[in-house]
C-alpha cells in the first residue's frame, strides 16, 4: 500500500475564475429568493443563521478580532460584520480571485485582507484571533490518498507528509487502516490553531461520518464510509473529513467540542414541497434537484465549535 498526495493549491492560485462551480451551502443561501431559503425553518442567510446559533455558545459579543480562513466570496463575514460592527475581521485565502471578490463584497467594512496559503502560516500569526472561521474549505487542504502501488510524483512532498501522518497517528492515537485516506492538510491546520491557543474555533466541511437521522432514511441516502471520500470537482479533487480524528486533536488540546450537522442550525422546514422533492426517483423541474441536494447537504456537512478550556 502507498499514497500520493492530492493538493488544490494550483488550482486555486491559477486557476480559479468562479465559485459558480461549486456551490457552498453559504452561497446556495445568500439570494433573497434563493429557493433553498424555503426549505428552511428560518428562511435566513448562512452566516446571520449560523451567528444566531453560535451566540448561544460563545460571548459574541465580547469578542474582537476574528479571522476567517477561505471566505470564498465574503458572504459569511458580511452577515457577520452586519450584526455586530465591533468585530475587526481579517481573511486570509490563498486564491486571488476569490480576494478581490471579497474586497468588493466587503468594501462597507473596515476589514484586512491576506493572500495567503493557511499551511506554511506561522503559529504566531495566529495568536492575535480570538475567533477563527474555517467553511467548506478542509476538504480543499492536503490529503493523502491511499493507493495499492507506491507512487512516485512529487516524492519529496510526499515523504514529508508521510512523516507527518506518522506523527499524527503516534501523538494524538489516530489508528489510520492501510486503506485509508488522510486529511493531513486539515490535521496540521487544526492542530496550528490549537497550539497558537485561539480560544473560538468553527469548523464545517463535508464529513464522512455523517449519519442521517432515522426520521430522514426513507428520503435521503448518505453514504457515510468513515473514510475520506474524493469528490471530483472542476479542476481539482477534494475529500470529505473525518471529524472524529479532528476531535481527538481538539480534546488533547483541552477545548471543549461541539460537533453535529449543519441542520442543527439551518433546521429542515419538512414541509410538503420538500417531501415531494425529496420523494421522487428523478426530480421534474431544476428547483425539485436544487431542493434534494441542498437537503443533503444539511445533513452530509458537519460542523465543530471549539472552545479552549481554561487551565
Ligand atoms: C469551497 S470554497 C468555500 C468558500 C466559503 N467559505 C463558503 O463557504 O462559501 C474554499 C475556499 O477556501 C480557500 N482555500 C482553499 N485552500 C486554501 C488554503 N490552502 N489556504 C487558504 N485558503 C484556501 C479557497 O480559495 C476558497 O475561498
Redesign the pocket.
Known sequence: MGYSLNT??NY?INN?TS?GW?L????ALYPENSPCRSVLQTKNS?GIQLYRYLEKLIPLKKIHNIL??????G??MRDFLSLNRRLKATM????PY?LKKQKENLQEFDVVFLE????PIKINALAPFDLVIM???LG??PTLVAHTEENIEHAEELACYLEKATYFSEKYNLPFKEEENINI?AMEVLEKLCHGGIKYIYLSEHSCETIVPERLKPYINIESSEIPEKIPLKGHDEYTIKFSYLQKIAKMFHYKIKRGQIADFLPLDFNSKVLTALRLVTPFTSEQEIIRQFVYDLYKYEYMVMIKMEK
Open positions: 488544490t493549491d486555486h480559479l465559485l461549486e457552498t451551502v453559504c452561497n448562512f476567517e480562513i477561505g471566505g470564498g466570496l458572504y459569511l486570509l485565502d490563498i486564491s476569490l495567503n496559503d493557511i499551511l467553511n467548506e474549505n480543499d487542504l492538510g
